[in-house]
């Protein structure tokens, strides 16, 4: 396991455990105790967690892991969201990226469609996300639109009022949304108030909004509210999303798509 590898993997496990010692780390990813201390040493010069005799625990009482550091977990569902959601967007138009690990897979969906493979534009892509705006911009037949904003480490998404200027004088066919948490009775939800707030305005300017949320993110809450359920038409997520959830979406109003 390469040090990047094994740097996700422990940071993975101490966001689901909120600590973890060198003994337990050590077993879990099959390496000696002394690499997981070198490990814990040289995450906690970078303040990616606290180092305490024996082990570490997470950085702060609210802890989001930057994207950079988020691994394969639900890496097949992702995909196969991923292109679900590429499928239902049709050849020149107006699509709305938001930051996140699905949203990434959907840009890549998206690019390697052969009926976008020309056009002019094939598709239109407006997106706060720096790391999606780098991959298509190498696809000449994508119009990529990247809003203003202050760059947000943890996701790569612009924020503020910069991006708040160029979203509110443009409109789009269709929004697709990472989320953090989506749930029927308290909508779709993101850690960072200014992340959601940007989310929003995107689905304002948009006919019609799709989230995309492997099962882990449904019946989920986060601390900043993007939209209500009733604000989303179609909801793409995995089979092992919960019946009894994907029912209430459905009952919300919600298309309910599992693959």
């Not at 449904?218 to 959830?245: K, M, S, W």
Request: glycine letters at 8%.
């Amino acid at each position: 396991m390469s040090r990047d590898a094994r740097w996700k993997a422990l940071l993975e496990l101490l966001v689901e455990r909120g600590r973890l010692d060198v003994e337990e780390a050590a077993g879990e990813l099959e390496v000696s105790a002394a690499t997981i201390r070198r490990d814990f040493d040289q995450l906690a010069e970078q303040q990616m967690l606290v180092r305490t005799r024996g082990g570490a625990v997470v950085h702060g009482v609210s802890y989001e892991l930057p994207l950079r550091y988020k691994t394969a977990r639900h890496a097949s569902e992702k995909q196969r969201i991923a292109k679900a959601v590429a499928d239902i967007i049709a050849p020149g138009e107006a699509v709305g990226l938001t930051g996140g690990t699905t949203t990434t897979e959907v840009a890549r969906a998206l690019a390697v469609r052969s009926d976008l493979a020309a056009g002019s534009p094939a598709l239109t892509v407006v997106t706060n996300a720096l790391n999606i705006a780098n991959e298509l911009a190498v696809r000449p037949q994508f119009k990529i639109v990247v809003t203003g904003g202050v760059a947000r480490p943890q996701s790569y998404e612009l924020i503020g009022p910069l991006a708040d200027g160029v979203l509110s004088q443009i409109t789009i066919d269709v929004a697709v949304l990472g989320v953090v948490g989506f749930d029927v009775t308290h909508g779709a939800a993101a850690h960072d108030e200014a992340e959601a707030a940007i989310n929003r305005l995107l689905c304002e300017r948009a006919e019609r909004v799709v989230v995309a949320a492997d099962s882990s993110k449904l019946g989920q809450r986060a601390f900043a509210r993007i939209c209500a359920a009733e604000a989303v038409d179609t909801l793409v997520t995995d089979t092992a999303a919960d019946p009894e959830t994907l029912r209430c979406f459905e009952e919300a109003g919600l298309r309910v798509v599992a693959v």
